[in-house]
Each structure stands twice: as C-alpha cells, then as structure tokens.
C-alpha cells in the first residue's frame, strides 16, 4: 500500500471513501413531489375553470385549498415527513408557506394564545410576507413612473 | 364524466415539469449553499416580483398554468401584477393597496386554517394520530369539505 504523499492524493482518497453526495436523488425526489402538488393545484383550476369561475378567483381558491390541505397535514405530524423525504419539492409551492406558518405556531402554543401563537406565527413565513408586499410596492411604483412594463417579450 | 375529459393532459404534463424544475433550483440552492430555508423562500418570492413587474413571469404563466403559480415565484408575480393592476386602477394609492389585495387570499386562509389547526391539534411533537386523537382529524376533514361546499363546489 502506497503511502499519501501530496495534497492531492489526500484529496482524492477523501473523494472515493467519502459516500457520494444525495443531491441527485434530493432533486430527483423534490422534482416528482414538487411537481405532484403543482398537478392536484391544476386538477383544483382546471375544476373551477370547468364551473366556470374566472381566471383570479380560480387561482385564490388553488392557493386557499393546497393551504388548507397542508395546515391539515401539518396537524396530522405528516407534513414533517414529507419535508424530509422531498426537501424543497414541498418548501417551495405555496405548500411550503402554510407550513411554516402553521408549523411554529403550533410549537409555541404554550407559551400563551397573544404572544406564544399570535406573535410566533409569522416567525418563518413573516419575512417572505415582508420581502413579497416590498416588492410588489416597488415594481407599483416604477410603474407609475414609467407607465409601461418595461421589458414585454412577444 | 365531463370534467375529466375536458382536462388538457399536455397541459398537466408542462405544469408537472415547469412546477419540478422550480423545485430542483431550490433543492439545489439548499445542498449547494449555506442558506436558510427562510431566505431561499425570500428570494423566490423576490425572483418572482421581478419578474412578473417585468412582465417574462406571465408568458411562463401562459405556458405551465399552475406549474408556474402554485411555487411560491407565483405568489411573487401575484404580488407584482396586482400592484401594477391596481395602480392602472386607482394611481398612486394603488402600488399600497394592489399587492396585498393579491394574496390577501392565501395570507388569510394560511390565518385561519392555522387558527383551527391550533385549537384541534396537539403541538407538533405530540404524535396526534398515536394518540388515538381522531375525533380531530375525523371534525378537520369534516369541516374541510364543508368549506369546500361553501367555495360552491
């Protein structure tokens, strides 16, 4: 057995005993869930567009819906798992959102109904709310300045 | 029946892979980077204002329907496009009220199912369903197709 002499060596000794990195199978798991959850929130349009609601109203009853089905899961303690299994494929649709709001409300249920469960509700959701109305106030203002949408690909 | 066979499959098929490939870039800024779940969600949500402000989210919208709006970059665009709505409604009072009035609908609903979860489940590290505690989940499910019912479905 040879000795590790360089840096390198060291390097690439690390790199074959080390188990390789989950990230392909991270992605592959967060595509299919991420990608399922977008589909039942088609299935929801696609049945309000059926009886004939109109395009935003459809839209607020996906959100209000997926929202409720996933504060429902996160009560039942199912949630948690499907996080850990799917990673952001449930973080990043508005899922994800629910979750956090539901999710830390429910740990600091103790600590009282004003501060324990109003206070910490918005402890992880609170800054998308922020960043998400910032934004949106901007991008209101610079059109009112420029009266147009800037960039418009036809 | 009807509804089924109204449904466009070519359709659900963009809105599954549009709707994967979002969540892949998060799953890849989660392993690749040091970033807290937290922020990543800020940047969606920042990513998607700008982008619709700019008016690009809208055709992705065109393209996948819900792939593009159900991850949170469509909660951004949301945001964006009724403030721009708004301010062509009613001016510069407008950039203040447009937004919010966009997703007043998810932010309420996040409130009140919460509100409900709170008063029926036991906290989170309590297993609710071990506990033999169905007489909630059985009322939650209940009370869920209720509002269903409400929503006229």
């Known amino acids: ?154 | 029946m009807d509804f089924l066979t109204s449904i466009d499959w070519m359709q659900m098929l963009r809105c599954f892979i549009v709707g994967g490939l979002i969540c892949i870039i998060g799953q890849i800024l989660i392993d690749k980077t040091k970033l807290t779940p937290a922020r990543i969600l800020v940047i969606f949500v920042t990513t998607g204002a700008i982008l619709g402000g700019l008016g690009i989210y809208q055709h992705l919208v065109d393209f996948a329907g819900c792939g593009a709006t159900v991850p949170l970059t469509g909660f951004g665009n949301a945001l964006a496009k009724g403030a721009i709505d708004e301010v062509a409604k009613s001016g510069f009072i407008g950039a203040f009220i447009g937004g919010t009035k966009a997703a007043a609908g998810g932010i309420s609903a996040a409130i009140f199912f919460r509100i409900y979860c709170i008063s029926y489940f036991k906290t989170k590290n309590e297993k609710t369903i071990k506990n033999g505690d169905f007489l909630s989940v059985f009322s939650f499910f209940f009370y869920f197709m209720h509002f269903l019912q409400f929503l006229q479905f």
Request: glycine share 12%.
């Open chain 1, 1 to 154: 057995m040879k000795p590790i002499q360089t840096k390198k060596d060291y390097q690439n000794y690390v790199e074959q005993k080390s188990p390789n990195s989950p990230i392909i199978k991270n992605c592959f798991n967060a595509f299919w869930v991420g990608g399922l959850i977008c589909s039942i929130g088609q299935i929801i349009f696609n049945y309000c567009k059926y009886r004939g609601m109109d395009i935003q109203i459809s839209n607020t009853i996906v959100s209000i819906i997926l929202i409720g089905l996933s504060a429902f899961l996160t009560g039942l303690n199912l949630f948690n798992r499907i996080g850990k299994f799917a990673g952001a494929g449930s973080l990043v649709p508005i899922t994800g959102f629910a979750n956090s709001v539901v999710s830390p409300a429910m740990e600091y249920k103790s600590e009282g109904y004003v501060m324990g469960v109003g206070g910490k509700m918005f402890t992880v959701a609170g800054p998308v709310l922020v960043f998400g109305i910032s934004a949106s106030i901007v991008v209101g203002i610079l059109y009112l300045i420029f009266n147009t949408q800037s960039i418009t690909l036809v």
